[in-house]
């Protein structure tokens, strides 16, 4: 069973009614982000049941030293791990001496939770019945400022409904904090000072080993029916932790609010010796603005970035939710405002998927960035990778290649590989292929093709020559093979010529060879300053060449498809639809050797290759592939579902491209692989916006422009998206019986429908 909880709403996640058993997945569904740092959703005041505690902070991380079972030689040394971070938000209640606890309350009652996502902010709110009788009600409304990323901001709200009482909060600062997910259970933060100053209080922090130096702080401000009240702090001190508490005598039914203002300030953007001043400098400007006009402008920027990104659908509503938390949790993990970050698996809503960056980032994130915001957010993307290249040389390096030959990593923080498991560190080199397919990508879409020259033929070259020295030559086979592979399917390890492997691998080499022509004629200095730097001769790249023509697929004439990898065939090959409920999913329910000897496919993989290649292929091909591997999908990665509802689409099948769809997008709210209370499932949320404008809307850019064979799900009455391209701004709406089109500004944009093209001046009806 699904989880149901989640009502349905167009704006907002709404859950109603306490259920202890649904915390931990509540407070990764309804975290908050703002690009910088991100919180899970745990509750402000003390909660003594099951809880998963998470404050993050974009890019600080802690290199876990590496724990297997077999060491093996090239493991690196540590897995990066993303931090539990100083918890910011606590605020201790107490009532008349008694402490606020849900777990421990005789009654809650009205409990409903908010993530409002057009506006940026988490409400919560309750009645309890404690322990001594008192009745209260509360209100917390939170948000991480995406105005001032250094910012978050609480208001919380107390009423005693039966009784005059003595109200205390008791806001903190804690640096005592432990991670999860830890492989010695050590202790990855080092308490460094903790002060006050007048109202305002201090935790800095470094992380151990990579001495991050961080500065946690707050200030709270108290008001009475909205009318502020000056009340004396009492100032606690522990090694790693501070608080300042308020007590105030309320009469029954007035409302007693606490304002906290606090946050992070970190030595990626502020000398290590200035981060309490820094903190000073964020505290003063909130506290003179208030409560109220920080939401404000936090609601004014949300609307700026919903102005670009939203997606809307008419008539049917949940669908309708799921898009927009995805849309709205992708713009809460990255805002593309730093080149130093990048997009997690995990966002800031769990520690699972320890490093920030898998090429996840590359296959799925980058279309939806380059879409909805400036080209120069999908650009930065790149640019991180080029950053890291000469870590993916080393990588390489130490794993035997020479030459220059570039591995990028499976997982990084800072461009070291810091994944750990033999069949996915070592054989998951099919992740190298999507590097040069986002560029090609990026090309194809902004027609920038100043990043090849300035960067991205570097990073092809050093690909090339990995896939190049990676393949052997078969005398048996007359041809190149590559051994000892795992594909994008995980469920099978250690295969030979993983068909979609085999086929990225000599991709790459020939769209490097054909840029590197490319820029011979166009760009000579570049030409001469590239070849210097690489020492690239013709007989490098007439190998490069032999390799990639001569290059080996598996492929059955029986049923006139690719096979997955070498001996496929041998498998038993029963459709998933075989399988009990129970043993779904069998990642929970099998052991790993009967999935590995299983015919089932964790998520797309010789698909993924039909879904990047489309031109490749015929819709025939295409139809004959889906036919075969759609049947034995698990879809037990999140990536999954999004590239075959873009494909049952395109081929017609919108009752099953539907279904997928609300999989991808509703797979958190929904909970499908019942998992949720991990984190949410980030980057495949931007697959689930390709399932909308790639899918439904079938848009592609076809030489040079935005191309579009719309189809309507039979459940929609219409919907609507808007595309970046090219520095204009295009607004398509779908409806049952047509296609509107029409762009920003007065330079009209010619798209094609249907394969025929369309001049879009302002208005176009088709
Ligand atoms: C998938 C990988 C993916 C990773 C992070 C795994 O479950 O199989 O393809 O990179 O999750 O999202």
């Keep these: 069973m699904n989880q149901d909880y989640i009502k349905p709403d167009a704006w907002s996640i709404i859950e109603e009614g306490f259920d202890a058993k649904r915390v931990e997945s509540s407070e990764s569904l309804f975290s908050i982000g703002n690009g910088a740092m991100g919180q899970r959703a745990n509750f402000e005041e003390q909660y003594s049941g099951d809880t998963f505690q998470g404050s993050y902070i974009a890019g600080v991380f802690y290199p876990d030293k590496t724990k297997v079972g077999w060491w093996k030689n090239g493991y690196p040394e540590y897995f990066a791990k993303v931090l539990n971070a100083p ?94 997910d830890a492989n010695w259970e050590e202790r990855f933060w080092q308490t460094l000072e903790v002060n006050t100053e007048n109202d305002q209080a201090f935790v800095v922090s470094k992380t151990l080993k990579t001495e991050y130096h961080v500065g946690t702080y707050m200030q709270s401000q108290i008001s009475l029916d909205d009318e502020k009240l000056q009340v004396e702090g009492e100032v606690e001190k522990t090694e790693d932790q501070v608080s300042i508490s308020y007590a105030v005598k309320v009469n029954r039914g007035e409302r007693i609010a606490l304002q906290k203002y606090a946050g992070y300030v970190t030595d990626m953007n502020h000398s290590k010796d200035s981060l309490v001043e820094a903190a000073k400098n964020v505290l003063d400007k909130a506290t003179t603005s208030g409560f109220a006009k920080l939401l404000q402008e936090q609601k004014e920027a949300w609307a700026q970035i919903w102005e670009m990104a939203d997606i809307t659908i008419d008539g049917d509503v949940k669908a309708q939710q799921g898009i927009r ?36 980032t590359e296959a799925y994130c980058i279309p939806f960035y380059m879409a909805t915001k400036d080209q120069q957010v999908a650009r930065n993307l790149l640019t991180y990778r080029y950053n890291h290249l000469e870590k993916a040389k080393e990588n390489a390096q130490k794993l035997g290649f020479t030459n220059g030959a570039a591995l990028y990593p499976m997982v990084t923080m800072n461009g070291e590989e810091s994944h750990n498991e033999w069949e996915i560190t070592f054989e998951e080199i099919h992740r190298n292929g999507a590097m040069v397919f986002a560029i090609y990508n990026y090309v194809r879409f902004t027609d920038d093709y100043s990043y090849v020259p300035e960067m991205g033929l570097e990073v092809m070259i050093a690909i090339a020559r990995f896939w190049q020295q990676r393949a052997n030559f078969s005398k048996d086979k007359n041809k190149y093979v590559i051994l000892g592979v795992t594909g994008p399917n995980e469920y099978e390890n250690n295969v030979n010529n993983n068909w979609y492997t085999n086929y990225l691998a000599k991709w790459c080499i020939e769209y490097c060879i054909e840029n590197i022509e490319k820029i011979k004629a166009n760009y000579a200095e570049d030409y001469a300053r590239i070849m210097d730097k690489t020492n690239l001769e013709s007989e490098e790249i007439a190998k490069w060449g032999e390799v990639a023509e001569n290059m080996y697929f598996p492929y059955s004439e029986e049923f006139g498809v690719y096979l997955q990898q070498d001996g496929f065939l ?53 139809k004959k592939h889906f036919d075969f591997y759609e049947p034995i999908t698990v879809h037990e990665s999140s990536l999954s579902p999004c590239v075959h509802s873009i494909q049952a689409a395109k081929l017609g099948r919108m009752e099953q491209a539907y279904t997928f769809y609300l999989r991808t997008s509703r797979l958190d709210l929904d909970d499908y692989n019942h998992e949720v209370k991990e984190g949410c499932h980030i980057t495949s949320m931007a697959g689930t916006w390709m399932s909308i404008v790639e899918g439904f809307g079938g848009m592609r850019v076809v030489e040079g422009k935005l191309s579009f064979t719309p189809q309507l799900p039979e459940q929609w009455n219409s919907f609507s998206f808007k595309i970046n391209f090219r520095n204009q701004i295009l607004k398509i709406n779908i409806g049952k019986n047509e296609t509107t089109f029409s762009v920003d500004g007065n330079e009209p944009m010619t798209v094609l429908l249907n394969g025929e093209a369309i001049e879009v001046q302002n208005t176009i009806k088709s």
């Excluded at 910011?88 to 009205?110: F, M, P, R, S």
């Excluded at 250094?150 to 009482?165: F, H, K, P, Q, S």
């Excluded at 995805?326 to 699972?352: A, S």
């Excluded at 290759?609 to 819709?619: A, R």
């Design 325 to 360: 938390f995805n849309i709205f949790q992708l713009n809460q993990t990255y805002l593309g405002k730093d080149e130093r970050l990048n997009i997690g698996p995990k966002g800031f809503t769990g520690e699972k998927y320890g490093g920030s960056t898998y090429w996840d």
């Design 570 to 622: 041998d498998k038993e090959i029963k459709p998933v639809s075989t399988l009990t409920k129970k043993q779904r999913p069998i990642n929970q329910n099998w052991s790993w050797d009967r999935i590995l000897r299983s015919c089932y496919i964790k998520q797309a993989d010789v698909l993924q290759g039909f879904y990047f290649f489309e031109d490749h292929f015929s819709e025939e091909n295409l």
């Design 87 to 180: 918890n910011w938000i606590g605020i201790n209640v107490a009532i008349n001496e008694e402490a606020l606890d849900l777990n421990t309350c005789k009654e809650v009652k009205d409990f409903v939770r908010e993530l409002n996502m057009k506006e940026g902010f988490h409400r919560r709110s309750f009645v309890a019945v404690m322990p001594n009788d008192l009745e209260v009600r509360v209100t917390a409304t939170r948000f991480l400022s995406i105005v001032n990323d250094e910012l978050g901001v609480i208001n919380y709200e107390v009423e005693v409904l039966n009784a005059d009482a003595v109200v205390k909060f008791t806001p903190y600062l804690d640096g005592g904090i432990t991670n999860r």
